[in-house]
């Protein structure tokens, strides 16, 4: 279990899967969200990879994108992974279902248009959805199921913060999948966050550090803070950036020896308010990177990349 | 032989007197003790003492009517007094012999007392002489009592008795027939049972131990057995334990016995085990109490060895829910514990199954758990189970005592108690939180458990939250452990700091141990040799690297720390920040949300709403204006307090041996004190200046009206007066209070009669006083409240409703333990005595009787009081509007009176109500009218017994009425004797013109069985008269309480 905070960010592979064509051609557009730029979604998702695998020197594995998914790259809600175990989402959408469904079982192409957010449609009569499910079996973790059909669960709606578990309950994620997420990772108290915007609770806070809770400025986002406040037994400091955007980024410890951690987060390209207070951070390095057309389909960095350490007890 | 002619001539006279229950009663008896002729013996007498407890109220009813003819001239009331004394203990003694009943409440005591005499029968052998020297002492003197009776009314008693009879055991049939009200219904039982047991004790002049065999399953289990003496308490039994594992560091530790399958109750140390476990086998656990958040900062590897086993238990049962891989990596520090490093040969032949690593074991699990093992080569036994701790503490689960509940809204949630304070759970997930800084007040009431909580960042009021509680009794289990991890972990001693002095309010139960600062302190002087002790199944120690461990950081420990500065690192510009912390109450604040299964209610509202409309319509200004004050008062407060909170948590505390040493010994020569003390007597004697103007003729009208009133109600379910009891003693406490703050701070006291106006706000414990509308003498002002609060109660008795009687504003433990610790045995018992006599129509001198009993109560022995009942009170006028409205507005007055009191003394109080434990008699005997009101009640006895008897000068005379005096000087001296101490407090006003002075002596008789209390006590009134020849004794309460010997044949 190591010491308390510690396990924050251990990690030595990262795992992220490609943009499809499918993001950016209508499915996006006719939900509402502006359309895509899909060369520049394409070239942001490149750059991440390239600085999870040579900035932070984590072993990356690139699932390739799938036309039948075309919210696929945002693999962040479909697991939640802390030490050696990783839990299978069922995320809410059921047009999403498919990237969780092991072999590609009830994978049929369908038009989804519920969420207004992510609206997708699947293509491919034969999906190879079960990638990440694979990848991080072949990874060595042990893979927990959600098996109940009444609990719905975001990966992007649980926050880690290295000694307990927040799961927001937002409009994507329910009571019973929270409690999925208790009753797999058991050492850990895990706490319901209300979500009152509509959001994932990882999309406006996240770990700037083993003790420091980052948050954006938003009534919502405040609102959360004030609720993990209340329910955490550990003191956190909490750092507020004046966009909720900022607050999604990632705390990684690669595990080099002497080599201080490194925080993923939103360049000043994107949001350049949020900058100079990033900066308050002590003992990070800070990696920026940007994923503004990525956003527009929902993504965060949080949901672009899953990052685990294949050796979390050592 | 002396013992057998005792006993053959009560049987005669319960057969004379008793029908044809007794004798049925009779043969069975016999048949269960046909095996053991010497027992038979003491058989006899467990039955026939318990009827007696039983002819106690009748006694008392007799003595109502006996004592008309009793009464003397105040000016013989001395010496008469010792006589009837004596007399009174005679009829009680003889109701004893006399009479039988076969009522279910009999029954059990016998079976009870059959069960722990078996014991005692094994070693009947041995202790025979003995016995038999102790029974002779004791028929001897049943013989003299029984002279004595016969003078004085013979021929009425065997009617009366009769009669009462009939009235118990309609009783209990109707109580048996209540199973709506289970809780209700179990606890009049209980009150009757231990009436039995303590009337059957106050027969017994002479102590005989006998001892139960107990058994305690230790955390390796193993089983541990003793005999203990059959009253101990459980401090003894638990001492006796931690001596046979060799443990110092106990304080985290317990016993705990199972009431019922899923009902764990822990094993109160101050407390008699006999009265605890009731009718329950004499078995124990022995548990970890309150897990060390810190396991490494424990001084001993052998208290870390016990926390080891208990989480072992823990985990095995799933009560400390663990992932695969904690269940393996702490399997494996186990097996490297108690088994050493990994050999294959050894292992092979080692069946992991014999270990429970997990609730469900699997291949796979043990598997993982000897790869594990394999890594933790060249650990020590101790340094595995260090390393052990270090990752079990972290659990998320890890010293969290769940209990089921349900929320407002009906959902099955469970509260978790630790060391920061009160989690909720829905199923697994932790939805709300609150930590101790938070919770203002923890109450429950029937069997709901309610927090009240300070008021979030933009609100104004505090909430209060209420929960559902299978039962009653789970409700006050959840209540009592709150109240014991909050003073635990959070306090730094149990007692009160002399500024939080009013953290006493309400609240009997109290935890009584070292709190973990103390412990923490005790631990720093443990100063001996690792004791050496063996690992359920270490054979071999394994190879002890030296340095190897490395010593893991206690993060833990300095989590309040972070905070500050780093925020302010960031708080700039844009940039703002917020502390995400959760020690502190104030930081807290800024946390407002609330867990949306969770029933909030905004404080004052609830109140009323709770509570009933009127109390607050009626009693709205007063109320309300200190309800505000209060929160100034609350605030201020509690800002010094988390203050020193913090200080505590994040400092260790300098080491201060002496200073906990004496908290160590205070509470337990009390608790001795208790123990041997078996007669304690209060003795109150007023004494008046001429002139002073009292209306005690009137008031002895009243009362003497009220008696009559009270006559029938006074039949009422126990339950009813063990509400009473309850709520008086809460209030009992408050006066108590305010009598510590007068006596310290005479100065302020008098600036505040002076002005007959409360105190501003803010001056610490006098602000209480501004609960009383008007102004009054210091002692004075205190009684009012106690004897208001005695009104009520006493009404309440009348309108009998089984747990009615708490209302939110103030919490109270009810108490189904029947008896209270002996220091608090007193309390309650002057309290109600005052209650009895305070009718509805309350007169000042009730009053000031009340305060006398509230005295009684801080010192806790024999009182003489010189008592100038000169009070007269505005006061007065409020109460009698009062009572002629009905009597839960009177009730929910008084407690809302309590409650501010509550409110100003701490967050984290605690108040509760207790269920009657104490048998009372009021004997008033007013010279001028030659009248005499004996009002009795029979609440169930438990420890002591308690003997009011007032005595009132005829001279003074009723005009009192009206405005209170100027106080020009109040004083209080105190001088100290070998068994006596008297406390003399003078005070002098003018009212008029005319100048009064009030000397008021209390004199604390403490003494075992050897001192003549009576000569004692007319030595003290001999006394008073030489130092004040002129002046006139006005009123002479004597207070006796006696701690009754139990469990001796």
């Not at chain 1, 201080?260 to 308010?273: C, E, Q, S």
């Not at chain 2, 002399?498 to 005790?522: D, E």
């Not at chain 2, 505000?628 to 605030?635: N, R, T, V, Y």
Request: proline share 6%.
């Amino acid at each position: 279990m190591g010491t308390p905070g510690e396990g924050l960010g251990r990690c030595s592979h990262a795992l992220i899967r490609g943009v499809p064509e499918s993001l950016a051609s209508g499915e996006g557009a006719g939900a509402g969200l502006p359309a895509l730029d899909l060369a520049k979604a394409q070239r942001e998702h490149g750059v991440l990879g390239g600085k999870l695998r040579q900035r932070l020197g984590l072993q990356l594995l690139e699932l390739p994108p799938e036309e039948s998914l075309p919210l696929g790259p945002l693999l962040g809600d479909t697991a939640v992974i802390q030490g050696d175990t990783a839990l299978i989402t069922r995320p809410w959408s059921p047009a999403r279902r498919p990237e969780v469904t092991p072999g590609g079982a009830g994978g049929h192409p369908r038009l989804q248009g519920r969420s207004g957010v992510r609206m997708s449609r699947a293509r491919s009569s034969r999906p190879k959805v079960d990638g990440v499910r694979k990848a991080l079996q072949d990874l060595g973790l042990r893979i927990v199921e959600m098996a109940d059909e009444n609990a719905t669960l975001d990966g992007t709606d649980v926050l880690f913060t290295g000694r307990e578990f927040f799961v927001g309950l937002s409009k994507w994620t329910n009571h019973r999948g929270a409690e999925i997420v208790a009753d797999t990772f058991r050492d850990f108290a895990v706490s319901t966050v209300p979500v009152s915007s509509p959001c994932h609770l990882r999309s406006f806070c996240g770990m700037g550090g083993p003790r420091t809770v980052v948050a954006g400025s938003s009534d919502a986002a405040q609102k959360a803070v004030r609720a993990m406040a209340v329910l955490t037994d550990h003191p956190y400091a909490s750092l507020t950036l004046p966009d909720d955007a900022a607050a999604d980024c990632l705390f990684l410890r690669p595990g080099l020896p002497g080599v201080l951690p490194f925080l993923l987060h939103r360049g000043g390209g994107d949001l350049p308010n949020s900058q100079e207070a990033l900066q308050k951070l002590s003992d990070v390095t800070l990696v920026p990177v940007s994923c503004s057309e990525l956003e527009k389909a929902g993504a965060g960095l949080s949901s672009l990349c899953l990052v685990l350490s294949t050796r979390p007890h050592s | 032989m002396t013992t057998e002619v005792g006993s053959a001539s009560e049987v005669k006279k319960e057969s004379d007197q008793l029908g044809a229950d007794a004798t049925k009663e009779k043969p069975k008896e016999a048949a269960e003790n046909q095996q053991n002729q010497s027992s038979d013996l003491e058989e006899e007498k467990d039955s026939q003492s318990s009827p007696s407890a039983k002819s106690q109220s009748s006694t008392q009813r007799q003595k109502r009517q006996k004592d008309p003819s009793e009464s003397r001239g105040i000016s013989r009331f001395i010496p008469p007094w010792l006589k009837k004394q004596k007399s009174y203990n005679l009829v009680v003694a003889k109701d004893g012999g006399d009479k039988r009943e076969p009522t279910q409440a009999v029954v059990e005591e016998q079976v009870l007392d059959k069960e722990e005499s078996l014991p005692e029968e094994e070693r009947q052998a041995k202790g025979d002489a003995e016995e038999a020297a102790q029974r002779k002492q004791q028929v001897i003197k049943v013989d003299i009592e029984e002279e004595k009776p016969s003078v004085s009314s013979p021929e009425t008693q065997p009617a009366e008795e009769v009669r009462k009879e009939e009235r118990e055991e309609e009783k209990v049939k109707e109580i048996q027939e209540d199973k709506s009200e289970e809780a209700a219904k179990r606890e009049t039982k209980e009150v009757q049972t231990n009436e039995l047991n303590a009337e059957k004790a106050v027969q017994k002049a002479t102590k005989k131990t006998k001892s139960v065999q107990c058994k305690v399953t230790l955390l390796d289990g193993t089983e541990y057995s003793c005999d203990l003496e059959k009253r101990a308490k459980g401090q003894v039994l638990f001492d006796k334990v931690c001596e046979h594992l060799n443990l110092l560091e106990k304080d985290y530790f317990g016993l705990s016995f199972q009431e019922s399958p899923e009902q764990k109750n822990w094993l109160d140390p101050a407390k008699q085990i006999k009265r605890q476990l009731r009718n329950l086998p004499w078995l124990f656990t022995f548990n970890v109490k309150f897990y060390p958040p810190d396991p490494s900062q424990l001084t001993e590897d052998i208290t870390r060895y016990f926390l080891c086993l208990q989480l072992r238990q823990d985990i095995a049962s799933g009560r400390l829910p663990c992932s695969f891989v904690t269940h393996a990596l702490l399997g494996s520090y186990t097996l490297q514990a108690e088994l050493g490093d990994y050999d294959p040969e050894e292992h092979a032949s080692h069946d992991l199954s014999d270990f429970q690593f997990a609730p469900s074991q699997t291949k796979e699990l043990e598997e993982k758990v000897v790869e594990l093992h394999k890594t933790h080569r060249g650990l020590s036994p101790a340094q595995a189970d260090s390393q052990f701790l270090e990752n079990a503490k972290r659990l998320s689960m890890y010293g969290v005592d769940l209990h089921h509940a349900k929320d407002s809204e009906g959902v099955d949630i469970k509260l978790g108690v630790c060391a920061n304070g009160l989690l909720i759970y829905k199923d697994r997930l932790r939805i709300n939180r609150f930590a101790w800084p938070k919770i203002l007040k923890i109450s429950y009431k029937r069997s709901n458990f309610y927090i009240k909580v300070r008021p979030a960042e933009l609100e104004q009021f505090e909430s209060t939250i209420g929960f559902k509680l299978p039962n009653h009794r789970a409700a006050k289990r959840l209540w009592k452990v709150c109240v014991e991890h909050h003073t635990f972990y959070r306090l730094v001693s149990p007692e009160q700091p002399p500024k939080a002095k009013f953290l006493t309010l309400g609240s009997k139960f109290r935890y009584s141990g070292r709190t973990q600062a103390q412990t923490r302190q005790a631990s720093t002087l443990i100063d001996r040799p690792a004791p050496h002790f063996e690992r359920t199944s270490s054979k071999r120690a394994s190879r002890i690297l030296d340095g190897a461990l490395v010593g893991v950081v206690d993060q833990s420990l300095t989590k309040d720390s972070p905070g500050p500065g780093e925020v302010s690192a960031y708080g700039r510009g844009v940039v703002s920040t917020a502390i995400v912390q959760d020690g502190d109450g104030r930081r807290d604040l800024r946390s407002p949300t609330k867990a949306p299964h969770v029933h909030l209610i905004e404080g004052k509202k609830n109140s009323l709403r709770v509570e009933g409309d009127n109390i607050y319509v009626r009693h709205s200004n007063l109320m309300l204006e200190d309800l505000d004050k209060a929160q100034e008062d609350i605030l201020k407060h509690q800002a010094s307090i988390s203050e020193l909170k913090r200080n505590f948590m994040e400092s260790t505390p300098e080491p201060r041996p002496n200073e906990w040493e004496k908290r160590r010994i205070t509470p337990l020569s009390l608790q001795i004190q208790g123990r041997k003390g078996d007669h304690l007597f209060k003795d109150i004697l007023s004494m008046t200046e001429k002139h002073q103007m009292a209306a005690t003729r009137t008031v002895e009208e009243k009362a003497q009206a009220a008696d009559k009133k009270r006559a029938p109600e006074s039949e009422g379910p126990c339950a009813g007066a063990s509400d009473a009891v309850k709520s008086s003693h809460e209030t009992l406490n408050v006066v108590e209070e305010k009598k510590q703050a007068e006596v310290g701070k005479d100065e302020r006291v008098i600036t505040e009669e002076m002005n007959g106006k409360e105190l501003s706000p803010g001056s610490g414990p006098g602000d209480i006083r501004k609960v009383e509308p008007l102004t009054q003498k210091d002692s004075t002002s205190l009684s009012s409240e106690s004897s208001s609060s005695s009104e009520s109660e006493e009404e309440d008795v009348g309108e009998y409703r089984p747990h009615h009687r708490v209302t939110e504003g103030t919490i109270k433990e009810e108490q189904e333990e029947d008896e209270e610790e002996v220091e608090e045995e007193p309390s309650q018992a002057s309290q109600v005595v005052e209650r009895e006599a305070a009718v509805p129509e309350a007169s000042p001198d009730r009053h000031a009787g009340a305060s006398v009993s509230a005295v009684e109560t801080v010192t806790q022995e024999h009182v003489v009081a010189l008592n100038i009942p000169a009070e007269k009170s505005v006061h007065e006028g409020a109460f009698k509007q009062d009572v002629s409205e009905d009597t839960e507005d009177e009730q929910h007055k008084v407690n809302g009176e309590v409650s501010h009191v509550d409110i100003d003394v701490l967050p984290q109080i605690i108040c509760c109500s207790e269920p009657p434990v104490v048998k009372t008699e009021m004997v008033t005997i007013s010279d001028a009218s030659q009248r005499t009101e004996i009002s009795t009640k029979e609440v169930p006895i438990v420890q002591t017994e308690t003997k009011t008897i007032t005595y009132e000068s005829p001279q003074i005379d009723g005009g009192a009425a009206g405005d209170s005096g100027t106080l020009l000087t109040a004083q209080t001296i105190t001088s100290d004797s070998v068994s006596t101490t008297t406390t003399t407090h003078i005070t002098k006003t003018i009212k008029g013109g005319i100048s009064e002075t009030r000397i008021e002596k209390r004199i604390v008789i403490t003494g075992d069985t050897d001192i003549d209390h009576d000569q004692a006590l007319a030595q003290a009134i001999r006394e008073a008269r030489e130092q004040h020849p002129d002046m006139s004794v006005t009123r002479v309460v004597v207070h006796k309480e006696t701690e009754l010997d139990e469990g001796e044949e």
